[in-house]
């Protein structure tokens, strides 16, 4: 709708005239209609219906009231045609508190801080427009404001924030705090980052801990109570995941690869038994350790977003020191495969009545896909990946249960890239692997080392049509 504005002023000179005739062309020019006494009003015609017209013409959108001494003294006072307009507009002002029609334009000051404004429009927000560098200033202003195109727009209300709707015996307040003030410290370069990462990681932790199970539940419907405490973890899951996106994605040090790789210790300390816990079963802690394997499927994803390469070979070929609860004869270390996890329990609530899940922790991890800026297929890339780095690495195992989802023609972009001989080189810090055929064979025999040809229900069972192995470094 073209906007169309009435003007009201005062005829207090001619020089002032001739300024509000200025004023009207150019809000001609900008394409707003202006109904303005110098044009509209004729010989032989009812001065008084022109006047009322700001009211009665319904296609005016707004009165633009120029306001200088002049005006208000005669608005005040009730004299002249101003006084005639200022009893039409006054009225609409006090019945009509909430109206935006009405746009005082100041020309005019008493003093150096109280505009020259009718006693009806003081207390009215104002465009100053008492110099030509003023009405400059906020000429853009006052157009946007008649196109009803401010500047400055509201967002749309969004959705309450996981930590709102996810009911949490635990809050996740303080881990959120501690982020805000870390990602502020990133964002300006604070020094003490190591110390403000630190908290942000503790208080993480202290959360997803105080969820561990430490006392015998009752099994009844246990699948509902993992259901329900992994959704309780996902606040923390994201605070983690917006944490290595802001930080690889900005300025990476090795401060935050050590930081990595402790978190991710801490996080197997997660999903192992509590040490006051004695007696326990297996499934108690099952909960802890699907949050475990998809966080960690969501910080490779969050990496491989980032394009943080070396961060991922450092994951990739760390060892992790085993909690204490989980440490058997010599053996102190685990690698990444450790993060691998399953379910046994939620086929029960998230299958179909009469149906069995290939992978009930698939099935969940997609039905937590809810972040925008990581979809499902970016983590099931992730999976991928990580197969790929088993496939190579000796003595590790992975069973890729979210290429469950993938279809047939899922292609995979990292993957794809790799085929050109630059983007190779960043699979190749990944692996370690710079010759693309040497890869090619480590991935085959890492295949005939697990036996996936044996796997079930994937479309793959060799994985090399989605790691795009034939085609690596293939374009130079």
């Known amino acids: 709708m073209t906007p169309k504005v009435f003007i009201s002023y005062s005829w207090a000179s001619q020089s002032h005239q001739e300024r509000v005739k200025e004023w009207a062309d150019r809000l001609l020019a ?177 959360y997803a801990d105080a969820m561990r199970v430490r006392k015998e539940p009752n099994l009844n419907n246990f699948g509902e109570k993992v259901l329900e405490d992994c959704a309780k973890l996902i606040p923390i899951r994201d605070l983690i995941v917006d944490w290595v996106l802001l930080e690889a994605g900005t300025t990476p040090s090795s401060d935050f690869s050590e930081s990595l790789i402790y978190l991710l210790e801490r996080l197997l300390e997660i999903k192992a038994r509590p040490e006051e816990v004695t007696t326990w079963n297996e499934v108690w802690f099952e ?106 690495t000796p003595e590790t195992q992975w069973y890729p249960q979210l290429m469950h989802y993938a279809e047939f023609s899922s292609e995979f972009p990292f993957f794809i890239r790799a085929a050109q001989h630059k983007n190779f080189q960043s699979l190749a810090t990944i692996t370690g692997i710079a010759d693309a055929k040497i890869l090619r064979e480590s991935v085959l025999a890492g295949h005939k080392r697990l036996d996936s040809s044996r796997w079930h229900n994937f479309y793959s069972r060799n994985f090399s049509g989605p790691m795009n192995l034939e085609n690596l470094d293939t374009i130079k």
Request: charged letters at 25%.
């Open 30 to 206: 900008d394409g707003i209609n202006v109904v303005l006494d110098l044009y509209d009003l004729k010989e032989g015609q009812d001065k008084y219906a022109f006047m009322e017209r700001m009211v009665t013409d319904a296609e005016v959108t707004h009165v633009l009231v120029i306001s200088d001494k002049s005006y208000t003294d005669k608005a005040n006072t009730r004299r002249k045609g101003v006084g005639t307009e200022s009893q039409i507009i006054s009225k609409e002002v006090y019945e009509k508190v909430e109206q935006s029609k009405f746009i005082p334009i100041v020309c005019d000051f008493k003093d150096s801080d109280n505009p020259c404004l009718p006693v009806f429009l003081e207390t009215r927000i104002w465009i100053d427009f008492s110099s030509p560098e003023a009405v400059n200033s906020n000429w853009e202003r006052l157009v946007r404001l008649l196109y009803g195109k401010p500047l400055h727009e509201k967002p749309q209300l969004g959705k309450a924030p996981a930590f709102i709707t996810q009911e949490s015996k635990v809050p996740s307040t303080p881990a959120l705090a501690k982020f805000s003030t870390l990602r502020q410290a990133i964002l300006q370069g604070k020094p003490g980052l190591r110390m403000y990462r630190s908290e942000f990681l503790d208080q993480c932790i202290a």
């Open 287 to 392: 909960a802890a350790k699907l949050f475990v394997y998809e966080t960690f499927l969501y910080i490779i994803a969050s990496l491989i977003k980032t394009r943080a390469y070396s961060d991922l070979n450092n994951i990739y070929t760390s060892h992790y020191l085993r909690p204490s609860t989980d440490r058997y004869g010599s053996e102190r270390f685990n690698k990444f495969d450790d993060f691998y996890s399953s379910s046994g329990t939620l086929n029960a609530v998230l299958a179909p009545k009469g149906h069995t899940l290939y992978s009930p922790a698939a099935a969940l991890i997609k039905r937590h896909a809810t972040r925008k800026d990581l979809p499902f297929s970016d983590i099931i890339q992730a999976d991928l990946l990580t197969l790929l780095m088993a496939f190579i």
